[in-house]
Nanobody
Framework: QVQLVESGGGSVQAGGSLRLSCGAA????????MGWFRQTPGKEREEVAT???NTSTRYTGRFTISRDNAKSTLYLQMNTLKPDDTAVYFC???????????????WGQGTQVTVFP
């Protein structure tokens, strides 16, 4: 059974940084597409970044997604945070290729990120 556990959320002042981690257990992490998503109340879930099985690091503007297959851990480094980045951040996994439209098969419980002005 796939297990995903996010950590690293918290409160930070605008302009600051946070690094989220997603620990994975009980599946072949290296063979899964991984992703970070976020959601705020009343809004649709939004894709933050995804990373396929052949990539170790992707830079997406202020955020960097990376994976350590040896540790079965996914990371999201978030820099220059803004109040609009406030959301619950979810880790997700999907076997093999990254699915379209965020239709990942497995999801973590989420971790809250709050950015105050």
């Amino acid at each position: 059974q796939v297990q995903l556990v996010e950590s690293g959320g918290g409160s930070v002042q605008a302009g600051g940084s946070l690094r989220l981690s997603c620990g994975a257990a009980d599946f072949a992490f290296r063979y899964y597409c991984m992703g970070w998503f976020r959601q705020t109340p009343g809004k649709e879930r939004e894709e933050v970044a995804t990373i396929d099985i052949n990539t170790s690091t992707r830079y997406t503007g202020r955020f960097t997604i990376s994976r350590d297959n040896a540790k079965s851990t996914l990371y999201l480094q978030m820099n220059t945070l803004k109040p609009d980045d406030t959301a619950v951040y979810f880790c997700a996994a999907h076997p093999a290729s990254c699915p379209p439209g965020g239709s990942f098969e497995y999801w973590g419980q989420g971790t809250q990120v709050t950015v105050f002005p």
